[in-house]
């Protein structure tokens, strides 16, 4: 079962352009939701989390925006630099169970073009 | 300062044979947890271990298991491997109190012929 599904699986974007990349959760237990950047051979990297308290979060020129309602959120990377070019991992989790395990969603390969 | 670090590499086996693969957390770190990444798919939850003992497990088999020693690093071992076991094998380790801010290492890359 697949419990967080992410939207586009690739996208391509010009130099200077903004990617938003979406993904949607069922389990209303989750309260912990990480954005996870990864390089071809290299594992994944934390980029920018948010908790459901909070409806926008911004770091430098990534933002996740969430919708506790929708139990949606999604990652917008602004001013995308070739650099960017990377596969995007949204996750969630039940920060208070234990093990805290990380559900990932199928990830999305983002390619930025100069 | 290390991060978290994985052995080997990479790894070919055939069918049938056993895997251990190794990790050690990134300094300071006491919480290991282990996930599998098929190829073009997300990372999956295997198991998690804390103070030697396994915490929660994801939807695996009994062939999987592991263990961590009083350093705080952690073996992942595969019995009868299947052609399906082939993944990008990653470890990961957190802060004592919080494991929600992951530290990834870069993984075990595993090849069942």
């Known amino acids: 079962q697949q419990q967080v599904k992410q939207s586009p699986q690739s996208l391509i974007v010009q130099k200077g352009g903004i990617s938003i990349i979406n993904c949607a959760y069922e389990?209303?237990?989750?309260?912990?939701f990480p954005w996870y950047q990864q390089f071809p051979g290299k594992g994944p990297a934390l980029l920018i989390a948010?908790?459901?308290?909070?409806s926008e979060k911004k770091e430098g020129r990534f933002t996740i925006s969430f919708n506790k309602s929708a139990k949606q959120f999604s990652l917008h990377i602004m001013d995308s630099q070739p650099g960017d070019s990377a596969t995007y991992f949204c996750?969630?989790?039940?920060?208070?169970?234990?093990?805290?395990?990380?559900?990932f969603g199928g990830g999305t390969r983002v390619l930025v073009k100069p | 300062d290390a991060g978290v670090t994985q052995s080997p590499t990479h790894l070919i086996k055939t069918r049938g044979q056993q895997v251990t693969l190794r990790c050690s957390p990134k300094?300071?770190?006491?919480?290991v947890s282990w996930y599998q990444q098929a190829l073009g798919q997300g990372p999956q939850f295997i198991f998690q271990?804390?103070?030697?003992?396994?915490?929660q497990r994801g939807n695996f088999p009994d062939r999987f298991s592991g263990h961590q020693f009083p350093n705080y690093s952690s073996e992942l071992n595969v019995n009868a491997l299947l052609l399906g076991d082939s993944a990008l094998y990653l470890c990961?380790?957190?802060?004592?109190?919080?494991?929600?801010?992951?530290?990834f290492g870069s993984g075990t890359q595993l090849s069942v012929l």
């Open positions: 948010i908790r459901p308290d909070v």
């Open positions: 271990y804390y103070e030697e003992e396994e915490r």
């Open positions: 996750a969630a989790s039940r920060s208070k169970a234990a093990g805290n395990k990380l559900t």
């Open positions: 990961a380790s957190s802060f004592p109190g919080t494991n929600e801010k992951l530290f």
């Open positions: 389990n209303t237990a989750f309260d912990y």
């Open positions: 300094s300071g770190h006491d919480t």
